[in-house]
């Protein structure tokens, strides 16, 4: 039976990624019906927006989409393309391996961690108010001399309900794919009512999940942990921030954001992606590392259901990785080697493995 799908093309160098890992997907002998639809900043001035309702209806119907990086802007223009999907849709459950696999550059090489990310709340809900607005007086007022007066303001939103359905999630996961430890991370020593409330509310969802080690880690601890001793860990649960912090911070210990994938889960809707973004600046010069994306695409197989293609696929990933000759200039050990190739060369490389 086909899969239907919806496939994001993105923008920067998205097409070119997502043209490469279709033919590696297309190749695994699954069947997909593809439905391409456009998103992002090539697509905002014909559309009028970058993200397109037809994008939401496609990804509603289909319930599966696979997406290239769109580019978010920084400080001005549109919020994030990449929250406003997770939103719409409540993909409230971020789930991003970090897996170290031989031939790639790395000081760490026994590294297998999962971050789950809550992707709904935090400071990422987008509740801020600039500088002397009605809005940020109010809230400074009510401060009691605690904030300064000449304060922008955003709000950090932490739920019962969201703090559940996410360290849920983590377990869940956990059991189904025979993780046995999970750790917490928030500031609780700090923002204790909503850092606070998160902890809390993993103490009572731990209760149900018996057969997995639970624990709390305070997440500039954890930062330093994982640099030091990265092996001692298995699964991360967080908030969003720190979740978006240290998901960048796993990806460099196993050889940077080109070879992080990335799944968006909701209740029976699910969008898969790499972490990094769109590198405009490459745009349209096939050099830039698919695996990413690809090992996105296999988070996606396994999410079908469809998990001899999974497993298989990442064989022939890591078979390509190991071997170190068709892989892109940054997986290189010199980055300047002549003899490393494009993106839609290693996708081939891919290919001939499977």
């Known amino acids: 039976m086909a899969h239907n799908v919806t496939l994001i093309r993105g923008d920067g160098t998205g097409p070119e990624l997502v043209a490469a890992a279709q033919r590696v997907l297309d190749a695994t002998g699954v069947e997909f019906n593809w439905d391409i639809v456009e998103a992002g900043v090539d697509i905002m001035e014909t559309a009028g927006t970058p993200l397109p309702q037809n994008v939401l209806d496609s990804i509603r119907k289909n319930k599966v989409a696979l997406k290239g990086p ?24 971020c ?5 170290y696999y031989p031939g790639i550059r ?4 026994d590294v297998d961690l999962v971050i789950v990310r809550e992707n709904t709340e935090d400071l990422y809900a987008g509740v801020e108010y ?10 400074i007022d009510m401060a009691g ?35 046995k430890k999970i750790s917490a991370v928030a500031k609780a020593n700090i923002m204790k009512y909503t850092d606070g409330l998160f902890f809390k509310v993993g103490q009572e969802v731990a209760k149900d999940y018996p057969d997995i080690e639970y624990q709390e880690m305070l997440v500039d601890n954890m930062c330093m942990q994982l640099v030091q ?12 921030l720190y979740g978006d912090i240290l998901s960048d911070l796993c ?5 940077g954001l080109g070879v992080a994938p990335g799944a968006n889960i909701g209740d029976g809707i699910a ?21 990413a994306l690809i090992l996105s695409g296999m988070l996606m197989l396994r999410y079908l259901n469809e998990i001899d293609a999974a497993e298989r696929l990442e064989k022939a990933i890591s078979a390509v990785i190991a071997e170190g000759k068709d892989v892109t200039y940054d997986m290189k050990p010199d980055r300047n080697d002549p003899t490393s190739v494009g993106t839609a060369e290693m996708a081939d490389a891919i290919i001939a493995r499977l």
């Open 229 to 240: 001793k990265p092996e001692l860990y298995d699964m991360m649960v967080m908030e969003n």
């Open 271 to 291: 969008l898969f992606e790499p972490t990094h973004g769109s590198a405009p600046k490459y745009k349209g010069m096939n050099k830039v590392n698919p695996v």
């Open 95 to 99: 789930i991003r391996p970090c897996k």
């Open 130 to 139: 600039d500088v002397h607005t009605p809005e940020a007086k109010k809230i």
């Open 70 to 93: 769109i580019t978010t802007p920084i400080g001005t223009g549109f919020r994030s393309v990449n929250v406003a999907l997770r939103k719409e849709l409540d993909l409230y459950a």
């Open 251 to 255: 990806a460099g210990l196993v050889g």
């Open 106 to 109: 790395s000081k760490y090489q």
């Open 145 to 179: 001399g605690k904030i300064r007066e000449d304060s922008a303001i955003s709000i950090k939103p932490i739920s019962i309900t969201g703090s559940r359905r996410i360290i849920k999630a983590a377990f869940e996961y956990a059991r189904a794919n025979g993780r």
